[in-house]
């Protein structure tokens, strides 16, 4: 999979912005492609109020659950702006940038995950990983990053 500069810059802004949280959000690009061009943040919704009798388990630092609002609003986003989506990206607050038993559970195929490894809120690492069925197992994606000049 290949990633524009930005849009992988983007991904490591939110990482050290939501430290010590996980983060997470949608890649975006030009559809059957391969290349992601674009980035959308989405909220991690766990430790967050589902209704005012129920909250979610508070494990923000090694969790992530997308907003299914968020998702809605992307795919609305991109069917307009005639882009796919490819994939997902999260952070790993001080953890290594590789899936965890969770990550792949969650996982479905056809996408590809980049995770970002931020150690005391500053990116250190990017990893992208797929998987050829749902829930997993993943194996490492080739990332590359392709300037403004190729996007």
Not at 112 to 126: A, L, Q, W
Request: hydrophobic share 35%; aromatic share 8%; with cysteine.
């Amino acid at each position: 999979m290949k990633i524009a500069e930005p849009a992988l810059e983007a991904i490591q802004a939110h990482g050290a912005e939501g430290y010590p949280n996980e983060i997470c959000g949608i890649m975006l690009g030009p559809p059957g492609g391969e290349l992601v061009t674009e980035v959308r943040r989405a909220a991690n919704i766990i430790g967050q109020p589902r209704s005012r009798w129920s909250w979610t388990a508070e494990r923000t630092v090694d969790r992530y659950e997308m907003d299914p609002l968020d998702q809605i609003r992307v795919e609305k986003e991109a069917r307009i702006a005639g882009l796919d989506i490819l994939g997902y990206y999260h952070s790993h607050p001080d953890h290594p940038a590789r899936p965890s038993v969770f990550d792949a559970e969650q996982s479905w195929a056809g996408y590809v995950y980049v995770i970002v490894s931020v150690e005391n809120g500053d990116p250190v690492d990017v990893n992208a990983f797929a998987t050829p069925r749902d829930h997993g197992p993943f194996r490492p994606e080739p990332l590359e990053v392709v300037g403004p000049k190729h996007v």
